[in-house]
Protein backbone atom coordinates (compact mmCIF):
# COMPACT_ATOMS: atom_id res chain seq x y z
CA UNK A 1 0.00 0.00 0.00
CA UNK A 2 1.65 3.46 -1.03
CA UNK A 3 2.09 6.18 1.88
CA UNK A 4 -0.71 8.68 2.15
CA UNK A 5 0.49 12.21 2.19
CA UNK A 6 1.29 13.60 5.69
CA UNK A 7 0.23 17.25 4.63
CA UNK A 8 -2.75 17.13 2.17
CA UNK A 9 -2.29 20.42 1.61
CA UNK A 10 0.32 22.82 2.59
CA UNK A 11 -1.56 26.09 1.06
CA UNK A 12 -4.71 25.22 3.15
CA UNK A 13 -3.84 23.41 6.91
CA UNK A 14 -7.48 21.95 8.41
CA UNK A 15 -9.94 24.52 9.95
CA UNK A 16 -10.28 24.27 13.87
CA UNK A 17 -13.86 25.82 13.97
CA UNK A 18 -15.60 25.85 17.34
CA UNK A 19 -18.55 27.39 19.34
CA UNK A 20 -18.84 28.95 22.43
CA UNK A 21 -22.31 29.86 23.67
CA UNK A 22 -23.08 32.78 25.93
CA UNK A 23 -25.57 35.98 26.73
CA UNK A 24 -23.81 38.78 25.29
CA UNK A 25 -25.83 41.46 24.26
CA UNK A 26 -23.60 42.38 21.22
CA UNK A 27 -19.57 42.16 20.14
CA UNK A 28 -19.29 45.76 22.68
CA UNK A 29 -20.04 43.47 25.94
CA UNK A 30 -18.13 40.67 24.84
CA UNK A 31 -14.89 42.78 24.05
CA UNK A 32 -14.82 44.40 27.49
CA UNK A 33 -15.14 41.29 29.52
CA UNK A 34 -12.12 39.72 27.34
CA UNK A 35 -8.71 39.42 29.77
CA UNK A 36 -6.56 41.42 28.86
CA UNK A 37 -3.92 40.98 26.05
CA UNK A 38 -7.15 40.20 23.75
CA UNK A 39 -8.52 42.13 21.63
CA UNK A 40 -11.91 42.33 19.17
CA UNK A 41 -12.34 43.63 15.75
CA UNK A 42 -14.49 43.62 13.05
CA UNK A 43 -14.45 39.62 12.17
CA UNK A 44 -11.47 39.05 14.25
CA UNK A 45 -10.16 37.97 17.61
CA UNK A 46 -6.71 39.15 18.37
CA UNK A 47 -4.29 37.06 20.68
CA UNK A 48 -1.43 38.30 22.81
CA UNK A 49 0.78 36.88 20.63
CA UNK A 50 -0.23 38.83 18.05
CA UNK A 51 -2.09 35.93 15.76
CA UNK A 52 -5.56 36.48 14.95
CA UNK A 53 -8.73 33.82 14.93
CA UNK A 54 -11.78 34.98 12.54
CA UNK A 55 -14.75 35.23 14.99
CA UNK A 56 -18.56 35.51 14.07
CA UNK A 57 -21.68 35.87 15.84
CA UNK A 58 -24.53 33.20 15.37
CA UNK A 59 -28.18 33.73 16.83
CA UNK A 60 -29.38 30.49 19.09
CA UNK A 61 -31.46 28.37 17.17
CA UNK A 62 -33.52 25.24 18.30
CA UNK A 63 -31.26 22.63 18.16
CA UNK A 64 -27.49 23.66 19.63
CA UNK A 65 -28.49 23.42 23.15
CA UNK A 66 -29.54 19.79 22.99
CA UNK A 67 -26.31 19.01 20.61
CA UNK A 68 -24.46 20.76 23.08
CA UNK A 69 -25.86 18.54 26.56
CA UNK A 70 -25.95 15.80 24.26
CA UNK A 71 -22.26 15.81 23.48
CA UNK A 72 -20.81 17.63 26.62
CA UNK A 73 -18.27 15.12 28.15
CA UNK A 74 -18.53 17.27 31.63
CA UNK A 75 -21.25 17.08 34.29
CA UNK A 76 -23.61 19.65 33.63
CA UNK A 77 -25.76 21.07 36.95
CA UNK A 78 -29.17 21.56 36.58
CA UNK A 79 -27.89 25.67 36.41
CA UNK A 80 -25.61 25.26 33.41
CA UNK A 81 -28.05 23.41 31.76
CA UNK A 82 -30.57 26.26 32.20
CA UNK A 83 -28.45 28.78 31.21
CA UNK A 84 -27.33 26.92 27.57
CA UNK A 85 -30.79 26.49 27.17
CA UNK A 86 -31.12 30.23 27.50
CA UNK A 87 -28.27 31.42 25.48
CA UNK A 88 -28.24 34.35 23.43
CA UNK A 89 -25.30 33.59 20.67
CA UNK A 90 -23.04 31.40 19.46
CA UNK A 91 -19.54 33.53 19.07
CA UNK A 92 -18.00 31.39 16.62
CA UNK A 93 -14.17 31.22 16.30
CA UNK A 94 -12.12 29.24 13.20
CA UNK A 95 -8.61 29.22 12.62
CA UNK A 96 -6.11 27.29 11.02
CA UNK A 97 -5.37 23.53 12.67
CA UNK A 98 -3.25 20.88 11.44
CA UNK A 99 -0.62 20.88 14.70
CA UNK A 100 -0.49 20.83 17.74
CA UNK A 101 0.81 24.66 18.22
CA UNK A 102 -2.68 25.16 16.29
CA UNK A 103 -4.45 23.58 18.62
CA UNK A 104 -3.06 25.37 21.57
CA UNK A 105 -3.83 28.72 19.69
CA UNK A 106 -7.08 27.88 19.55
CA UNK A 107 -7.63 26.29 23.20
CA UNK A 108 -6.09 29.96 24.74
CA UNK A 109 -8.26 31.73 22.29
CA UNK A 110 -11.50 29.84 23.74
CA UNK A 111 -10.48 29.92 26.83
CA UNK A 112 -10.14 33.70 26.78
CA UNK A 113 -14.39 33.69 25.50
CA UNK A 114 -15.49 31.35 28.01
CA UNK A 115 -13.22 33.54 31.04
CA UNK A 116 -15.48 36.73 29.19
CA UNK A 117 -18.64 34.92 29.82
CA UNK A 118 -18.87 31.82 27.73
CA UNK A 119 -20.74 29.27 28.79
CA UNK A 120 -18.53 25.90 27.55
CA UNK A 121 -17.38 24.97 24.15
CA UNK A 122 -18.70 22.98 21.38
CA UNK A 123 -16.33 21.49 18.91
CA UNK A 124 -16.80 21.46 15.57
CA UNK A 125 -14.50 18.77 14.30
CA UNK A 126 -15.18 15.97 16.64
CA UNK A 127 -18.83 16.56 17.85
CA UNK A 128 -17.56 17.05 21.72
CA UNK A 129 -18.41 19.89 23.97
CA UNK A 130 -16.90 20.73 27.38
CA UNK A 131 -18.33 22.87 30.36
CA UNK A 132 -16.62 26.07 30.56
CA UNK A 133 -14.59 25.19 33.26
CA UNK A 134 -13.48 21.91 32.07
CA UNK A 135 -12.21 23.60 28.76
CA UNK A 136 -10.11 26.58 31.42
CA UNK A 137 -8.85 23.13 33.36
CA UNK A 138 -7.83 21.38 29.47
CA UNK A 139 -6.50 24.61 28.45
CA UNK A 140 -4.69 25.42 31.35
CA UNK A 141 -2.35 22.12 30.92
CA UNK A 142 1.03 22.77 29.46
CA UNK A 143 1.01 19.10 28.46
CA UNK A 144 0.70 18.38 24.72
CA UNK A 145 -1.47 15.55 25.70
CA UNK A 146 -4.30 17.75 26.74
CA UNK A 147 -5.19 18.85 23.08
CA UNK A 148 -6.50 15.14 22.86
CA UNK A 149 -9.57 15.26 25.04
CA UNK A 150 -9.94 18.79 24.36
CA UNK A 151 -10.57 18.26 20.86
CA UNK A 152 -10.81 14.44 20.31
CA UNK A 153 -14.11 12.27 20.38
CA UNK A 154 -14.30 8.60 19.89
CA UNK A 155 -17.33 6.57 18.56
CA UNK A 156 -18.24 3.12 17.57
CA UNK A 157 -20.85 1.02 16.21
CA UNK A 158 -21.15 -2.34 16.01
CA UNK A 159 -17.85 -3.73 14.27
CA UNK A 160 -15.80 -0.97 15.29
CA UNK A 161 -14.54 2.00 17.26
CA UNK A 162 -12.90 4.82 15.84
CA UNK A 163 -11.57 8.41 16.75
CA UNK A 164 -12.83 11.90 15.54
CA UNK A 165 -10.83 15.09 15.13
CA UNK A 166 -6.99 14.48 15.47
CA UNK A 167 -6.87 16.27 12.23
CA UNK A 168 -6.94 19.38 14.22
CA UNK A 169 -3.20 18.24 15.18
CA UNK A 170 -2.06 17.07 12.16
CA UNK A 171 -1.82 13.67 12.68
CA UNK A 172 -4.26 10.45 11.36
CA UNK A 173 -7.20 9.47 13.11
CA UNK A 174 -7.73 5.40 14.53
CA UNK A 175 -9.61 2.69 13.67
CA UNK A 176 -9.49 -0.54 15.09
CA UNK A 177 -12.42 -3.33 15.26
CA UNK A 178 -14.06 -3.89 18.31
CA UNK A 179 -12.94 -7.16 20.78
CA UNK A 180 -16.36 -7.38 22.71
CA UNK A 181 -14.61 -5.19 25.86
CA UNK A 182 -15.38 -2.13 25.43
CA UNK A 183 -13.33 -0.49 27.95
CA UNK A 184 -10.24 -2.58 26.88
CA UNK A 185 -11.20 -0.77 23.61
CA UNK A 186 -11.51 2.56 25.06
CA UNK A 187 -7.88 2.00 26.51
CA UNK A 188 -5.82 1.15 23.17
CA UNK A 189 -7.23 3.32 21.29
CA UNK A 190 -6.55 6.17 23.07
CA UNK A 191 -3.51 5.07 24.35
CA UNK A 192 -2.25 4.51 20.39
CA UNK A 193 -3.89 8.32 19.79
CA UNK A 194 -1.51 9.42 22.80
CA UNK A 195 1.24 7.53 21.22
CA UNK A 196 1.11 9.60 18.20
CA UNK A 197 1.17 12.67 19.89
CA UNK A 198 4.24 11.53 21.74
CA UNK A 199 5.85 9.24 19.71
CA UNK A 200 8.49 12.16 18.08
CA UNK A 201 8.44 9.86 14.35
CA UNK A 202 6.73 9.61 11.56
CA UNK A 203 5.26 5.85 11.51
CA UNK A 204 4.75 3.94 9.04
CA UNK A 205 2.77 1.47 6.65
CA UNK A 206 3.12 -1.80 9.08
CA UNK A 207 5.16 -0.54 12.18
CA UNK A 208 3.86 -2.39 15.36
CA UNK A 209 2.72 -0.62 18.40
CA UNK A 210 2.19 -1.83 21.78
CA UNK A 211 2.91 -1.06 25.33
CA UNK A 212 6.50 -1.19 27.40
CA UNK A 213 5.24 -5.30 27.44
CA UNK A 214 4.75 -5.98 24.16
CA UNK A 215 3.65 -5.29 20.56
CA UNK A 216 -0.17 -5.61 20.52
CA UNK A 217 -1.05 -4.19 17.11
CA UNK A 218 0.30 -3.65 13.53
CA UNK A 219 -1.08 -0.22 12.04
CA UNK A 220 -2.16 0.03 8.42
CA UNK A 221 -2.66 3.42 6.47
CA UNK A 222 -5.30 4.19 4.70
CA UNK A 223 -7.55 7.27 3.55
CA UNK A 224 -10.47 8.63 5.63
CA UNK A 225 -14.10 7.27 4.26
CA UNK A 226 -15.99 8.80 7.30
CA UNK A 227 -16.67 11.08 8.02
CA UNK A 228 -17.03 12.27 4.57
CA UNK A 229 -14.54 14.98 2.91
CA UNK A 230 -16.03 18.77 2.53
CA UNK A 231 -17.50 18.37 6.81
CA UNK A 232 -15.31 20.09 9.27
CA UNK A 233 -14.89 16.38 11.01
CA UNK A 234 -13.23 14.93 7.73
CA UNK A 235 -9.43 13.91 8.22
CA UNK A 236 -6.85 14.78 5.03
CA UNK A 237 -4.32 13.18 7.03
CA UNK A 238 -6.83 9.48 6.77
CA UNK A 239 -6.32 7.47 9.49
CA UNK A 240 -4.73 4.32 10.77
CA UNK A 241 -6.29 0.82 11.34
CA UNK A 242 -5.22 -1.13 14.46
CA UNK A 243 -4.89 -4.87 13.58
CA UNK A 244 -4.37 -6.84 16.79
CA UNK A 245 -1.33 -9.31 16.16
CA UNK A 246 -0.93 -13.12 16.90
CA UNK A 247 0.05 -14.63 19.48
CA UNK A 248 3.25 -15.91 17.48
CA UNK A 249 3.94 -11.90 15.92
CA UNK A 250 3.56 -10.32 19.28
CA UNK A 251 7.35 -9.40 20.30
CA UNK A 252 9.36 -7.99 23.22
CA UNK A 253 8.50 -4.46 24.73
CA UNK A 254 8.81 -1.54 22.52
CA UNK A 255 10.55 1.97 23.61
CA UNK A 256 7.74 4.01 25.34
CA UNK A 257 8.19 7.99 24.22
CA UNK A 258 7.55 10.19 27.16
CA UNK A 259 6.58 7.64 29.91
CA UNK A 260 3.46 6.60 27.29
Known amino acids: MPDLPEDPSQDRPPEIAVRIPGTWSCPASLEKSLPGGFTLTPGWLRLPDGARL ?40 CGP ?5 AAQRMMTAAAAVVRAGGMGVFIDNSGAAHPGCDWLHLAGD ?17 QNIYSVGMHVLGIRDAVMTRTGDREADDIVLNSFLLYTIFCGFDMTDGDLVGDSEE ?29 VLAGDEKTPGLPQPGGV
Not at 142 to 158: M, R
Not at 215 to 243: I, K
Open 215 to 243: ATHRVRGQECDFPPAGTPMHNPYGCWRLE
Open 142 to 158: PDDGATLPAFVASYGNE
Open 97 to 101: GGSIA
Open 54 to 93: QVYPHGPDDEFAGIFMSACRGRLTRAQQSSIRKYGVNVCL
